[in-house]
């Protein structure tokens, strides 16, 4: 994922990400693609677990919003495909320059970035800056 990104220069699809934990619904393959190539910014999508419903693609694993949100904060991820989120439409393609998040004007946007292996503890609201862009530990 990371090789394509980087030959098509181009992100096409947001991380939906789950607006209160910041938990990572859908693209943690994208996710180790912007950490890999060190991205500064990732695009995201804010969603609530009260419009996306989940199911388990594995047996023997409970798989609901709170065991979901459980286990990301305490780095006990699921294995891989062990979830499959239904969101209400199609994930947005978002077609943004890689250039674009590596440059750190990009914090003017109204947009939603994610800062890769960044502490929550700086995301900007909590840092009492509320006009600032969100980021997210991940």
């Given at each position: 994922m990371a090789e394509t990104i980087l030959r098509e220069q181009l992100w096409r699809v947001p991380i939906a990400v789950e607006r209160t934990s910041l938990a990572v619904m859908d693209g943690h393959h994208r996710?180790?693609?912007a950490l890999q190539l060190g991205l500064k910014y990732v695009p995201c999508l804010l969603l609530d677990y009260g419009y996306v419903r989940v199911d388990a693609s594995r047996q023997g694993y409970l798989v609901d919003p709170h065991e979901i949100v459980r286990?990301?904060?305490?780095g006990d991820l699921y294995?891989?495909?062990?979830?499959?989120h239904l969101f209400p439409s199609?994930?947005?393609i978002c077609n943004i320059s890689v250039p674009l998040l590596q440059d750190k004007m990009m914090l003017s946007s109204?947009?939603?970035?994610c800062r890769?292996?960044?502490?929550?503890a700086k995301i900007p609201e909590a840092a009492g800056e509320p006009d600032a862009p969100?980021?997210?530990d991940v």
């Open positions: 996710l180790q693609a286990r990301a904060r305490a294995p891989p495909k062990t979830t499959r199609p994930l947005p109204p947009v939603f970035w890769p292996g960044r502490d929550a969100r980021g997210m």
